[in-house]
């Protein structure tokens, strides 16, 4: 009996052995959260035992991680993320019915869509927001999230693949490329064909079909010119001024989500300069000439461009940052400035119960308990540090002495089967 005693400790050395290595292999690893191990004595007890029983060995009762955090590592780039507190980064593998899981490994880059993902291509999950960066909330607030919106964090190219996100419920901004289009403006007497329409960041009204605020840009298209004889030609001459404006309204297909028609312009500012008579006109296609200069027309006058267009190189993508609140930023070249998102946080009440799935990563089980939705900076689940990543929370020199205490006990348990071994020789040598 004793050499199966012995034995059990033999193993439950080697599993402590194996534990600590593997804390040791991963002293460098982004994220990492240490394990312990936890052994309990092995009794054979039953209603008849005597009160002198003798125990037979140990076992393995659990595994134990460590999710205190770890140092933080500076890198300056604005994509590598940690979480200062307790919560974890939600992360959503890829395809249709993609898993939410957790992670403390904040080094995400962007795949070739350009989402921001995980080494191993799990897509990073925000909150949506309204450009202002307030996080949107849905009418069902009973759900997992409490009604609010977790997308795919994707960073636009340029500020025309900024769209609004089609919602009834209230303003949620997106990353796409639908709300771009064509019209003709007239602006200040000016009558400009083709020029480019691009409307990001605006909110939607109850009917779910009316924009207003955000930015609106118009960029390009031809001028129109008129003689001193009141003829109009279309003239080859490019616009080079750019308008914007910040009270625009405009009207989405419901079903679509494309920009339909301009409904107000608002004001135009250019150059230093406001203009508050811009009107939208149509521009008969055979003659190229306007057909109506008096006021706002109707839908006809926009054509919604295909996500096969490119962008507008002048509004090229030139800064992502990250806040502690964890809202994304984007600015862009000609100085606007968007809200993608806010970066999700999560957590568990178990955290033991989660299941380990590598790469500082766990996922959901029946003994973790739900996953908990909250927001960074507000919910006591920690803030996000944009330019850091978190470091394991490795104490080698902890580590290092344990592998002594874990080579002893294994030479402690050796010399007790060698011992039982000894004893059982010298029984079967006994001469009759």
């Known amino acids: 009996m004793a050499f199966y005693t012995s034995l059990t400790g033999l193993n439950a050395a080697q599993t402590d052995l194996s534990v600590t290595s593997n804390n040791i292999a991963n002293a460098g690893s982004y994220g990492f959260k240490k394990t312990t191990t936890d052994f309990g004595e092995l009794v054979a007890d039953s209603p008849l035992a005597s009160g002198q029983n003798i125990g037979q060995g140990t076992r393995l009762r659990a595994t134990i991680q460590d ?88 960073l636009p190219s340029y500020e025309d693949q900024i769209t609004v996100g089609k919602s009834t419920d209230g303003s949620l901004i997106q990353v796409g490329n639908s709300l771009i289009a064509n019209g003709n403006i007239t602006v200040n007497g000016q009558t400009i064909s083709g020029a480019q329409i691009t409307l990001g960041g605006a909110s939607y009204a109850a009917d779910g079909s009316t924009l207003s605020g955000g930015v609106m840009t118009i960029t390009g298209g031809s001028l129109i010119t008129t003689d001193a004889d009141g003829n109009t030609t279309v003239t080859k001459t490019p616009n080079t001024t750019t308008y914007t404006s910040t009270d625009a309204t405009a009207k989405v297909d419901t079903t679509t989500g494309e920009l339909t028609s301009i409904t107000t312009l608002g004001t135009l500012t250019a150059n230093g300069n406001s203009y508050d008579d811009g009107h939208i006109v149509s521009i008969d296609s055979s003659t190229g000439v306007p057909t109506n200069t008096d006021g706002d027309t109707a839908s006809n006058n926009i054509t919604p461009i295909t996500s096969d267009d490119s962008g507008d190189t002048s509004s090229a993508l030139s800064n992502i940052s990250v806040g502690t609140d964890g809202k994304v930023t984007a600015t862009f070249a000609n100085g606007n400035q968007y809200t993608l998102g806010a970066v999700a946080l999560g957590d568990v009440n ?34 996000v540090q944009s330019g850091a990543l978190e470091l394991s929370n490795i104490d080698l020199t902890q580590e290092l002495v344990n592998l002594i205490s874990e080579q002893r006990n294994f030479q402690a348990n050796s010399k ?17």
């Open 67 to 154: 999710f205190t955090s770890g140092s933080m590592k500076t890198t300056n780039r604005a994509l590598d993320m940690m979480v200062n507190g307790d919560g974890f980064f939600l992360v959503k593998s890829q395809g249709a019915s993609g898993t939410i899981s957790l992670t403390r490994d904040g080094s995400f880059l962007t795949d070739k869509n350009n989402n921001v993902v995980t080494s191993d291509g799990n897509y990073l999950q925000v909150y949506a927001t309204s450009n202002a960066g307030d996080i949107y909330t849905g009418s069902n607030t009973s759900t997992a999230t409490g009604g609010r919106v977790l997308q795919n964090l994707k």
């Open 350 to 383: 178990n955290r033991n119960g989660l299941h380990s799935t590598g790469n500082a990563s766990w996922t959901v089980t029946g003994t973790s308990g739900s996953l908990q939705y909250r927001e960074a900076d507000t919910s006591g689940l920690g803030s």
């Open 416 to 432: 007790a089967i060698s011992t039982d071994n000894q004893m059982v020789s010298s029984v079967m040598n006994i001469q009759s």
